[in-house]
């Protein structure tokens, strides 16, 4: 996924991985997007967010209210002020 001056928010308790903070502005050229979440954004437990070079299966990931998978996933290209939004599916019980 392609992040550029976008908005990012985290939802379903996946806010805990990032500082305890919901919304996020970010401004990232690309192919840094991915580096930039992981290294900046995401402050604990990256096992819980990332597998490999994308999320974790359980993380539902929107592109402007619309299913990544619909947009290409990881070849998706965002433009300036698209939103990205994660949420998670998996709860601890």
């Given amino acids: 996924m392609i992040l550029t001056d976008k908005e990012e928010e985290s939802w379903g308790g996946l ?3 990032f500082g305890s903070v919901k919304i996020h502005e970010v401004d990232v050229p690309p192919p ?3 580096t930039k ?3 900046n954004l995401l402050k604990e437990r990256p096992e819980m967010f990332l597998k490999e070079k994308s999320v974790r299966p359980g993380v539902l ?3 402007n209210d619309c299913d990544w998978e619909l947009c290409g996933m990881t070849e998706a290209v965002l433009e300036e002020k ?3 939004v994660f949420i998670s599916t998996l709860h601890g019980g």
């Fill in 82 to 84: 698209d939103s990205v």
């Fill in 32 to 34: 840094e997007g991915e």
């Fill in 61 to 63: 990931v929107l592109i």
């Fill in 37 to 39: 979440i992981r290294n």
């Fill in 15 to 17: 806010e805990l991985l």
